[in-house]
């Protein structure tokens, strides 16, 4: 049985079953205007933790993941300014080619990362029309209002408002600040559609005239498009509990007439050295900046799993290096067990072990486990049954057997790779048959693929 915290009920809950045992889950993405960091990417581990436990249980996952390139303001309510405008302004860039910089940047690091990535992949300037019919439908339903500045979600007709951060809305309204737009029925109705002016970089047709996107709406309205009227698992960070997602779960339960996300998961937040992790304080890193530091992905990959995600986990080299050593050690260890004779029973091991990753993902416990069972005599059985583990762990004991491959097939790999994600097949076979003509394989794996020297 596995059980996850639910954010909502505030309880461990068994994971909702799905005939055929298919598991919808969404998860927030990036904002695609700067580089991401290390935050955010204990964000992105952690949804690759929930998807590898949940294959390791034998479910197969739908999951979609949203990109961030419009409507995402410098605060999560409806204030400051536009994030992609900032970038472009910075850059000289149009939002499309920050947009496209960004994202390729992400995908990247979340690859070196091995974070295995959701099903669907969705900007939300792809489903603009999709977003205008959804308010349009709000609209219809009573939900949402028009003001000269553009359509608001009015949050009195959803009495269950806060239910997720544990806010009292009535007693918040009562203290709340008059707000300045006074067209707006209360200060905490959040935009559904900005009537742009003019000049606005980013705007689309709309029945209410040129426009573009509040935040929100595109979590609610990808949702909608690739899982449907429900969704078993949505995972974020704690930021996005009491805007977020709260103006999400209005969004798509007044949308539905009913509850859509069945359990949420919260990620609570990296902190460097005890405080928060700030461009200004300089404390802000990117895996690129580790790299230079002598810090593969991989450590960082490492680190992730000596925190529970419910609590903040903080950031030092000190820990850095502690995850560099172990992981070394573990290598070792594991490269011994695969030349090991001796028969050692894992069965203990993989309960454990099992155990741990389905009790609401306790890592800490499942490394501790794998390390107990490397002190074991040599034996292939300990490597048997580590390899099983890496499908949750996700750590790469194939080192020195790719490191050899040249650029120019491992480019080779990549470009089929990405052939067969575009489902061009027939580019993909013949990528195989230089690859194979360069004298090696590619096989397909459970994460990705593999190369093989032929
Ligand atoms: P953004 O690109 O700003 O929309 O954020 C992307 C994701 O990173 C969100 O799920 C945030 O909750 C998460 N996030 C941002 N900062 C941190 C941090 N310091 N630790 C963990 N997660 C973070
Ligand atoms: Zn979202």
Redesign the pocket.
Known sequence: MIKFFNSLSRTKEEVPFHEGKVIKMY????????Y?????????L?MDNIRRVLKYNGFTLDGVMNI?DVG?LTSDADEGED?MLVASQREHKSPWEIAKFYTDVFMKDAKLLNIDLPEHVVPATSVINEMICFVDHLMDKGYAYETSKGIYFDIAKFPEYGRLSGMDINEKLAGARIDVDEEKHSPYDFVLWVKAPKEHIMQWQSPWGMGYPGWHIECSVIGDKFLGETIDIH??????KPVHHENEIAQSNCYYDHQVVKMWMH??????DGG??SKSLGNLYTLADLKERGYEPEVFRFFYFMAHYSKQ?NFTFDALDMAKSTIKNLKSMAKDHKAGSAKVDTSKYEREFLESINDDLNMPRAIATTLKMLKEEKSQDVYGALMKFNQVLGLNFDENETEEVSPEVKDLCEKRWQAKKDRDFALADSLRNEISNLGYEVKDTREGYQILKK
Request: glycine share 12%; net charge positive.
């Open positions: 998860s927030c993405g990036p904002t695609v205007y700067y991401p960091h290390i935050g955010n990417f204990r964000a992105y952690f961030t995402h994030k995972t974020g960070g704690v930021d996005h990620l609570e937040f990296l902190q460097v928060k992790m986990q």
